[in-house]
């Protein structure tokens, strides 16, 4: 579903401001795709939500199959227990994904929700319910050992502190000099994936948080490809330019998939 740029690509990439290329594109290609038959859109839907949640997970070292997520998504895991419990776990993770995704797809189309940490912390909850709601979530009580090889994370009794620099951050002069959508989201992003400040789902969460502000911006979402792990992992040791590259390419390959698409049920 995400792909790479293709020999019919409409679309050179890179400008002065591929931020205000890929706003006009976008435009184009959503109203293209709002008159296209209902069931070209539906089916669309549907692969693009398996591709979104799959390579999310492979970001993280996750892999789901396809037939994991049929079961997950199309019965909400329903009758796991009777068909095989081994995967009743990976169903729930699925399920919860899905959950967490429906909410951050209702939010991009509801700028009256301000994107602040508390929405921020309400994409969290739906993958950890058990916390009980967003006044009581903690964050981690140590650093992620096992993650360090990806980059420095800073130490837990200064999470709370950064947090709150980062929303400060986003509602300064200084982001909104940047006037790039694209590169505010990805410092944003950059920021709290750095912080970590979870013991788990920090980075999923954060690229929700990210696509929210991306689509309220008025551009395509960024769905970073499983293939590009190793990419994506080493900007965040320390290359916030090589990020906004491939967030701004995630967004130019999801135009052209949409359009091919578009192309070939015409």
Not at 105 to 117: C, E, N, Q
Not at 198 to 219: D, Q, Y
Request: charged fraction near 25%; proline fraction near 5%; hydrophobic fraction near 40%.
């Amino acid at each position: 579903m995400v792909v790479r740029v293709v020999a019919r690509d409409p679309y050179p990439l890179f400008d002065d401001r591929p931020d205000l290329v890929l706003v006009e594109r976008t435009s184009q290609v959503e109203e293209r795709f709002w008159r296209a038959n209902r069931l070209v859109r539906k089916r669309y839907r549907e692969r693009l939500e398996m591709a979104w949640i799959r390579n999310d997970a492979g970001l993280e070292g996750g892999v789901y199959e396809l037939p994991e997520l049929h079961l997950a998504l199309d019965n909400g895991g329903a009758g796991m227990a009777t068909a095989d419990t081994s995967l009743q776990p990976l169903c729930e993770a699925i399920a919860k994904h899905k959950k967490a995704l429906d909410f951050a797809r209702a939010m991009m189309l509801d700028a009256s929700v301000p994107t602040d940490f508390n929405l921020f912390r309400q994409i969290y909850m739906y993958f950890h319910p058990e916390d009980g709601d967003i006044s009581s979530i903690k964050y981690r009580k140590d650093i992620p050992q096992h993650r360090l090889y990806l980059h420095e994370y800073c130490p837990p009794d200064r999470v709370q502190h950064r947090i709150e620099n980062v929303f400060l951050w986003l509602r300064s002069e200084d982001a909104a000099k940047l006037k790039n959508p694209i590169k505010i989201a990805a410092r944003v992003h950059y920021d709290l994936v750095r912080i970590f400040p979870f013991a788990s789902n920090s980075g999923t969460v954060a690229r929700l948080f990210m696509n929210i502000m991306l689509v309220r911006a008025g551009l395509a979402p960024a769905i970073l490809h499983a293939r590009d792990r190793n990419a994506y992992y080493d900007s965040l040791k320390g290359s916030l330019p090589q990020l906004v590259t491939l967030i701004t390419t995630s967004i130019h390959d999801y135009l052209v998939n949409v359009n091919n698409m578009l192309e070939k049920s015409s």
